[in-house]
T-cell receptor, first 117, second 110 residues
Framework: EPEVTQTPSHQVTQMGQEVILRCVPI?????FYWYRQILGQKVEFLVS????????KSEIFDDQFSVERPDGSNFTLKIRSTKLEDSAMYFCASSETSGGPFYYGYTFGSGTRLTVV | GQNIDQPTEMTATEGAIVQINCTYQ??????LFWYQQHAGEAPTFLSYNVLDGLEEKGRFSSFLSRSKGYSYLLLKELQMKDSASYLCAVLYNQGGKLIFGQGTELSVKP
């Protein structure tokens, strides 16, 4: 079964440093997303990306964050000047479409656990 | 806001049936997902409902009533490995953004 692949699985970084989280979405998917989950809390939407541009972003996704699709396979989330409160699990997801009457393969990656110290 | 409400915790016995409810705000509704999540792992897809009615898939079924803003996930013949968090997530409008509930932590006991 096709998978969304995320690297690294764990990342520890010092406060103020920049991190890049990497994702390889499923190859025929056109919509890409980042979510985060702080320990013990619910999964929260960060950003959606389609046709090489951001289609929607949440209040969490401020100027500290950016996304990029640098080539035909990778989708990255960059966090500049990390803060302690950025410590969370970050999930990438992808889907064939943005909705529809039938399931369209909305799949999550295994996540990157980011710890800011 | 687009609040998704589901019970925080439930406990059930191995072999039994459990129903996990989810309510949501109906404005802009475009589909509802149920995911299973084990601690420290990614959400894994269980079901997707966009029309009213029951969708059955093996031991798992999901029901949707769009007019009531209500869904439930039904798990039959519970097994110990079903102990996990069950997440209700609603797709609002057309952009693909999912809004998640807090999750229901299900404990299956022998």
């Amino acid at each position: 079964e096709p998978e969304v692949t995320q690297t690294p699985s764990h990342q520890v970084t010092q406060m103020g440093q920049e991190v890049i989280l990497r994702c390889v979405p499923i190859s025929n998917h056109l919509y890409f997303y980042w979510y985060r989950q702080i320990l013990g809390q619910k999964v929260e939407f960060l950003v959606s990306f389609y046709n090489n541009e951001i289609s929607e972003k949440s209040e969490i996704f401020d100027d500290q964050f950016s996304v990029e699709r640098p080539d035909g396979s990778n989708f990255t989330l960059k966090i500049r000047s990390t803060k302690l409160e950025d410590s969370a699990m970050y999930f990438c997801a992808s889907s064939e479409t943005s909705g529809g009457p039938f399931y369209y393969g909305y799949t999550f990656g295994s996540g990157t656990r980011l710890t800011v110290v | 806001g687009q609040n998704i409400d589901q019970p925080t915790e439930m406990t059930a016995t191995e072999g039994a049936i459990v129903q996990i409810n989810c309510t949501y705000q109906t404005s802009g509704f475009n589909g509802l997902f149920w995911y299973q999540q084990h601690a420290g792992e990614a959400p894994t897809f269980l079901s997707y409902n966009v029309l009213d009615g029951l969708e059955e898939k093996g031991r798992f079924s999901s029901f949707l009533s769009r007019s009531k803003g209500y869904s439930y996930l039904l798990l039959k013949e519970l097994q110990m490995k079903d102990s996990a968090s069950y997440l209700c997530a609603v797709l609002y409008n057309q952009g693909g953004k999912l809004i998640f509930g807090q999750g229901t932590e299900l404990s299956v006991k022998p």
